[in-house]
């Protein structure tokens, strides 16, 4: 591609229906949070809004549906490709180690560590919808760097909801997200993010919002990693139906 095209490529101006999609879609996660995890934290409601609705349905439903059903587009539109497999697998698998090295030698181990691990393999939902839906969205609307810009904007904003955060904290946030978003968008393959280096980057997550997570919040995560992952593969036969009719 010549340096023009991919000056083109930078910013440009064609929102569509999708970016609405994904525009509305943040906003209801953000809502979800919220109410999932502040105002009923303590009750059922927390794992039915934030768990089933949110980060299932929302998350990771939604944009399969969306893309697959209604747009009639593969998974590879969402980062869950086969291209750039190997490179994408082996730059996580090296960011992983790096990122994990330095919390060891920051935090060392202990047993809380297992099931942080699980929440943060769980966070695929979060991967998928962030840079799989909402960055490339973003980026067929607006070109690559406002879309890295909004991704951190997004990243950080849902993560209101939490109620972990000050403004020094939301920066963070929006920093992190947007270098995420980078690092995404050199093969445009979830598999760069997840399953190496998110899950050890979500650690650091944890101790930065004083969360410790245990057996009982992994073991439901779990459950919703493999609805996630069932998802995915239901979604995946859909699409190859459609290509064989």
């Given at each position: 591609?010549?340096?023009?095209?991919?000056?083109?490529?930078?910013?440009?101006?064609?929102?569509?229906?999708?970016?609405?999609?994904?525009?509305?879609?943040?906003?209801?996660?953000?809502?979800?949070?919220?109410?999932g995890l502040k105002v009923?934290?303590?009750?059922?409601?927390?794992?039915?809004?934030?768990?089933?609705?949110?980060?299932?349905?929302?998350?990771?439903?939604?944009?399969l549906y969306w893309m697959?059903?209604?747009?009639?587009?593969?998974?590879?539109?969402?980062?869950?490709?086969?291209?750039?497999?190997?490179?994408?697998?082996?730059?996580?698998?090296?960011?992983?180690?790096?990122?994990?090295?330095?919390?060891?030698?920051?935090?060392?181990?202990?047993?809380?560590?297992?099931?942080?691990?699980v929440m943060g393999i769980?966070?695929?939902?979060?991967?998928?919808?962030?840079?799989?839906?909402?960055?490339?969205?973003?980026?067929?609307?607006?070109?690559?760097?406002?879309?890295?810009?909004?991704?951190?904007?997004?990243?950080?904003?849902?993560?209101?909801?939490?109620?972990?955060?000050?403004?020094?904290?939301?920066?963070?946030?929006?920093?992190?997200?947007?270098?995420?978003?980078?690092?995404?968008?050199?093969?445009?393959?979830?598999?760069?993010?997840?399953?190496?280096?998110?899950?050890?980057?979500?650690?650091?997550?944890?101790?930065?919002?004083?969360?410790?997570?245990?057996?009982?919040?992994?073991?439901?995560?779990?459950?919703?990693?493999?609805?996630?992952?069932?998802?995915?593969?239901?979604?995946?036969?859909?699409?190859?139906?459609?290509?064989?009719?």
């Amino acid at each position: 591609m010549s340096k023009k095209g991919v000056f083109k490529q930078l910013f440009i101006w064609s929102p569509s229906l999708d970016t609405g999609m994904a525009a509305l879609s943040q906003i209801i996660i953000i809502v979800l949070s919220f109410l999932g995890l502040k105002v009923f934290g303590n009750t059922i409601l927390n794992p039915i809004l934030f768990g089933v609705m949110g980060t299932l349905i929302v998350c990771v439903i939604f944009p399969l549906y969306w893309m697959i059903i209604r747009r009639g587009k593969g998974l590879g539109t969402l980062g869950i490709t086969r291209k750039h497999f190997s490179i994408s697998l082996l730059a996580g698998f090296l960011l992983g180690v790096f990122v994990f090295w330095g919390y060891y030698r920051s935090f060392g181990l202990s047993a809380t560590i297992i099931p942080a691990k699980v929440m943060g393999i769980y966070s695929l939902w979060e991967v998928i919808f962030v840079y799989g839906w909402l960055q490339l969205r973003f980026e067929k609307a607006f070109g690559i760097i406002p879309a890295i810009f909004l991704t951190g904007l997004c990243f950080a904003l849902y993560h209101l909801g939490y109620g972990w955060f000050d403004i020094p904290g939301f920066i963070q946030l929006f920093i992190v997200g947007g270098v995420m978003g980078i690092i995404f968008r050199i093969t445009k393959n979830i598999l760069i993010l997840w399953p190496f280096f998110w899950p050890v980057a979500c650690l650091r997550g944890f101790k930065m919002g004083s969360f410790s997570p245990g057996w009982n919040e992994a073991g439901f995560c779990a459950i919703l990693l493999v609805l996630m992952l069932v998802s995915i593969f239901i979604f995946y036969r859909i699409q190859i139906r459609r290509k064989s009719l």
